[in-house]
């Protein structure tokens, strides 16, 4: 059984910057993690993801100003570093996992964006 919990949101203002956090129980070695969000009214859309050896790949709207990295030790967890931030990436942030044919998510965590 995987469960993964974020961390790290808030409101912030426009041009700001936040780190997100994403804890993850059980082993993650060999796995993809990922970290996806959900705007107002829109549908779930992935951000980021990274390997278990550290590749990672953006969405185009994100380059340039988010960076996911991971921790491999104990430690699980995987973050979401976030800088510059727009108004439209107001979202909640969730933090996901495919293991043994199972894709699991985390509750998530609200990134209010002020203007």
């Known amino acids: 059984q995987v469960q993964l919990v974020e961390s790290g949101g808030g409101l912030v203002q426009a041009g700001g910057s936040l780190r997100l956090s994403c804890a993850a129980s059980?082993?993650?070695?060999?796995?993809?993690m990922g970290w996806y969000r959900q705007a107002p009214g829109k549908q779930r859309e992935l951000v980021a993801t990274i390997t278990s050896g550290g590749s990672t790949t953006y969405v185009d709207s994100v380059k340039g100003r988010v960076t996911i990295s991971r921790d491999n030790s104990a430690n699980n967890t995987v973050y979401l570093k976030m800088k510059s931030l727009p108004p439209e990436d107001t979202a909640v942030y969730y933090c996901?996992?495919?293991?043994?044919?199972?894709?699991?998510w985390g509750p998530g965590t609200q990134v209010p964006v002020s203007s």
């Open positions: 996901r996992v495919d293991k043994k044919y199972r894709t699991y």
């Open positions: 059980g082993s993650m070695f060999g796995l993809t």
